[in-house]
């Protein structure tokens, strides 16, 4: 008996080579079709899919703050979405940060990629690009067990070619956003707060936020749940962003692993060096 096998880094296959089949779990992009990358999925994704929908997502963490999000989500009945990234402030393999990380997926949060040491994709080639995906993606198999089917890209940045690039050799759900709060950009709590008080149904909204700027875990979020319950959204309207866009959010579900020496962000800089040659 064999199992689709997504593509995954070389370090992930070995693990999954000495697992039972019955240890883990794959899944396509979406539905069955496991060889398909859904043409509706391809790109830059900016909007959801469904109908009366908030996707609020978060940046650059794993930070402190993740847990006060996650808490607010949970007291209100909602779920988010958190892309991360690997080298952050400290390791993500820190162990608070684990268990924050773990705290956030245990509640049904989703966990997207943002790539290990976000860099500028655009001044990378193919192969770097691969080493940050899988990078990160290792991060990840190690402490939650999973491997993302969605990624954002940072700064929002990628040409055609490296947005393809990424569906096609990666099967990853590239996300962007349609409603930036700014809040990483300089702009005021205040500010946020008028950028927020103009999502309103009918409209569907992809709205971006920050872990790492501090007064967006702890007053904007809270302020954009009251002001989306304002507006005419209900709680059941407020999704991550795989149930926004309708994919499977997860190629890969096990088990989370255990510590061990592997554990560090030791030669993660090394990766988001440029090459002197760029992808096209």
Request: net charge negative.
């Amino acid at each position: 008996m064999t199992k689709y096998i997504p593509p995954v880094s070389n370090i992930v296959k070995s693990d999954l080579e000495r697992f039972n089949l019955s240890d883990y779990k794959t899944f396509g992009v979406r539905g069955t079709d496991v060889n398909t990358f859904p043409q509706e999925l391809t790109g830059k994704l900016r909007s959801c899919s469904t109908n009366n929908c908030l996707a609020y997502t978060f940046d650059d963490g794993p930070r402190d703050h993740m847990r006060k999000i996650v808490d607010e989500a949970v007291e209100h009945g909602i779920k988010v979405t958190f892309f991360v990234n690997a080298q952050t402030k400290p390791c993500i393999y820190d162990e608070q940060t684990v268990a924050n990380l773990r705290y956030a997926y245990s509640k049904g949060m989703e966990i997207g990629s943002h790539t290990a040491t976000h860099p500028h994709l655009n001044d990378l080639t193919h192969d770097q690009i691969d080493k940050q995906i899988e990078a990160l993606d290792n991060v990840l198999w190690k402490i939650l067990g999973v491997v993302p089917n969605s990624i954002r890209l940072p700064y929002g940045e990628g040409s055609l070619d490296v947005v393809q690039y990424i569906n096609q050799r990666h099967k990853k759900v590239v996300i962007d956003w349609d409603i930036d709060t700014e809040d990483s950009m300089g702009a005021s709590l205040e500010q946020s707060k008028e950028i927020v008080d103009m999502v309103k149904l009918p409209e569907d909204a992809i709205v971006l936020m920050h872990e790492n700027i501090r007064t967006s875990p702890t007053e904007l979020f809270p302020y954009a749940i009251k002001t989306a319950v304002k507006h005419g959204y209900k709680m059941k309207d407020i999704r991550t962003i795989s149930e926004a866009l309708n994919f499977n959010p997860y190629a890969i579900k096990a088990s989370q692993g255990k510590r061990d020496s592997t554990w560090s962000c030791a030669g993660l800089t090394s990766l988001s060096e440029p090459s002197k040659s760029i992808a096209p």
